[in-house]
């Protein structure tokens, strides 16, 4: 029995606010369960230095938690001065997850900044973003191809991420942090609405896995996230 | 005719949502108009090196905003590895007010953390998040006391802060972004429940003023800091 | 009775040595009582990168300590990698101050850059670099003038500034260290020759202040900026 | 057809040249063909703040390039004054990696810091950094048995990576950099001497991948890991 | 001819103003011509954590410039956030050169700090600052020995410096700012008041020098240094 | 006696590994007994901006210990995020070292960046590696010309560095780890295959020392620095 008391396939309760921000170009608030990230697209007419001139866009991405997002108060990095590790890991996920399936070249030379901010955190913060960051650029790409400053073919697939782990014997999906705290091994699917998949993370907390164990993780994602894939059409 | 169409002495529609959040003792999402910030309190049973064993507890707070909290997205703290001046400013000007009004004593060797995030700009961030953070501290307080780890006495005053400025050679109340872009001059006060001055703090971005300018200001003020002082009782 | 045996209303004694740096086009050592402050005016033939092409100039500033400029030695700043958030709070008050006395067409696209290092601290230091910080301008601009670089109207009226407080229930002016520490309030005010009020900043240290206290100390503070600017124009 | 001629399910030629550093209590030189990694571990005989008097060790690892390791220099990471993303990844992947096969408790309220650092780099820098970090952990936990310090039960198997791609469509074993630069798919699996599997990473560069891809990847890796372990083993 | 019209072997006017800091337990400012060095002694009641408990003190030096001390503006230090290679050289060396003539068991668990800071610059900073930097420290220990805190032996030998340079050619002693520029060697030379060496510093500039060069200037300097040692121990 | 057993005058067995990197167009390990440092050269085709148009070239050094290249692990200065003040004046040594013998208009506007590192330390760091980054620094000269980018007249001279020291009252060639750390006073010098002086380091570690020491450190000096120049030429 999961501490959550959901069945092991069962996704916690997933909603997506769109449009929450005045300024952005595109914006959402999404709430895995008790998971909450705001996900902001923010379009900016330049491109890094290293892209200048090649006639291709480029999609970024960072990521934060609130100081008191979580059980106990973290130090600010804004602070401290510094990113972790974990942040700078998470970021670079983001936007690897989101660059799949956008169209460079369709996009043109411009850039957009994906901002995930965790407003209150309870397990699975990055796979919230990666899923809600999809509709902030979404919207952002609406919003452009109202002002004909691009066409409707720069998405080329929908994109989303889940959480899986194994929870006292048993794989399980979409952990919230009771489950992920005390899981054996934990993992993270980005796949695209076609099913292809763009990165696999599977880390053992405690003793190495089997690659059974893997597949029925892989089984369980897949089923999580064509869930997601529907929820950010519905939502549309 | 100020852009917001209010009144020379009207504030803008101010809301209060206790409670937003999951995990801190203490929190609330505070508007004022499209002025949107989240207030937390975080307790910790500790206190900073130089007043360790004084039988005293301190308060400090910090301030961010989320990157696309603005019309243009602003560089992340975090990232560009540093807080600026105008955050530092504020962190300290929203600590110094809520001091004002806590016993230290009463409060016990603990320190709490007040973060006012702001999740969407419009102008009066900073008075936004001390009107809120006093909300935050308060619920602190209220957990602390159903613990009986404090009496009733730690909070001495209700305290509440609002922008003035004078718009077009009239003095106006509480300036929103459009505003404050224009103002001539521009103020912040910082008051108690009881009516008593903790903050004062008036500059003037392109003319000095005169002290009768300024006189109106703080008139304007004392009647926006009431009806904030109000609002704060009635929504505990 | 203050620790200084000065009335109430008696500034220290002030002088300013006009022409103090070698190198630097204007410059001045600002003394108020033990409170040692040395004021630079570096002029640079660029502005920052925002205000480029405008046709305007732009005055900046900053502020220093010396590590044992105070009674106690406090870490080196560029030694610990960071400006306070008490330094930048300074240094951008010094940097509104000027400017609200310079017209920025009429300096053209040139940047002037003040540099405020206490070499003894008493209290006040940010109100005499301010004051002081106006004499290193005027001769910056006259040497300017004096090679037809801009005509005599750059500077549009004096800028000086003074802190009051309010000492064992008794408003005074201008606080020396031993003062300051013990002040119920202090308030720092800046000032045109003409009376205009450029910047005013008041913080109750302990209990809350009254609107009539404020008053008085504002009273103060214009007879002793009268005193300044009648300084900064003979020492011209 | 690769650019290496190498059979897909070739690896490069690897050596471990044990001992390699005077100093370290554990240290070897390891090459996968010409990518070169001296690891060394170090025992202090202390732990990170959060483990003290919890009877429990630890194992941390850092990762670092010299600047000319690569093709074109890259700017050093002490003087640009912090560590990418990439590096705080990567040692965060190699200390995760190194945990899974430690049982903390013989090992006793110890750090071994495991230095990995790429003097030559050819593609697969963290994957054989793992593998020869193993090495030196070994060597380190032999010298500390060889003065009684800690039973031969400390390592519980061996643990090494290797990274496997899809190179033209077709699913490849250790890739050199310039397979690396063009793979559609990178994997790097981290796999203990019993074919437990710590960690798995899988991203696509271009299009997503496929299940059955991922396990083609799966299968090469496990392979390559089986022949890495024996090469452990027989260099002991 | 040197541009300073000065002999070869003529040093520039050299003062002394001791006690010229409120606050520090020793100060000095310095002048060599129009090199000015505030230089200041800090105790301190302990000691770094490496010398704890070892019954013996420290004496360490930080070296500043102030930003316009030079004919140019330079960048705050504490701005850029970090020293210089060459201010850190240059503080390193000040401090090896002052604990030379100290005997650390004499002083005690105490450690004294020595501020040097360049109020004006025109060449020969570094060894005004270690030549004032003994009159500090001087001071200081007077003061503490007025204090019964330490006896009159905790001062070996006076330490003074001076530079040399080859100037078109000739051997000069102490360089202004204008000779150091063109020099072909510069060298820098500590010297105790007895004639020991405590440090050389010598580099070609230009085209590298002969062991006779440099023989040269080293006559030079023993003559510059033992004119400041007269100086210092007459200014006592 | 040495601790090392070796005569006076005798130094440790040098050797010079040329062409040690795959990848950077200079390179050599260079070992003087148990200090190991790896020095390679980089080319790039541009100049620092202060040099751009000036028809002008630059070499530049960087210099970094590996965190276990000594007896006790190192703090990684990557990861501390800055270089220390040793470090900085090590690498600005270098880069003046390998100046003094390049001719900046024949190198043309390009950079040469010498990077040393080492790989294990047993004294004489610097000066090892200023000896092999010559070589370096020589081999992506060679491999310029062989381009037709610069002729055979870059580089003007050998240089070569060696330090000494007073070990028991003995001036003694070539300090290892065990003799620098007793010796009561050391010096570096570097010196061209011509014999001219470069750069002359001597610090007092104990007591002062005489001119007559130095001149016969000096001695030593020319006699170690004749045979590395040898070497260097035999290796090349």
Redesign the interface.
Known sequence: MRPSKRAPDEMRAVSIERGF????EG?CLIKFG?THV?C?A?L?ERVPPWLRGAGKGWVTA?Y?M????????MR????S???S?????I??LIG?SLR?VVDMEALGERQI?L?C?V????GGTRTASITGAYIALKECLDWMQARSMVGGNVLKDNVAAISCGIYEGTPVLDLDYDEDSEAETD?NFV??G???????????EA?????EQ?SEL?RLAKKGIKELVDLQNLSA
Chains 1, 2, 3, 4, 5, 6 share one sequence.
């Open positions: 921000s005045k300024h952005a914006s008790d705001l902001t923010s900016e960072e934060g609130l100081p008191r997002s979580t059980g106990s108060r600010r990095e804004a602070s001065g510094k990113q590790g974990r942040t700078q890991e970021q670079r690897r799949a900044s901002d901010d407003i209150q955190a309870d993992a796949m695209t076609s099913g292809g998949i763009v990165e696999i993370q599977g880390t053992a003793d190495p896995f089997t690659e893997f892989m």
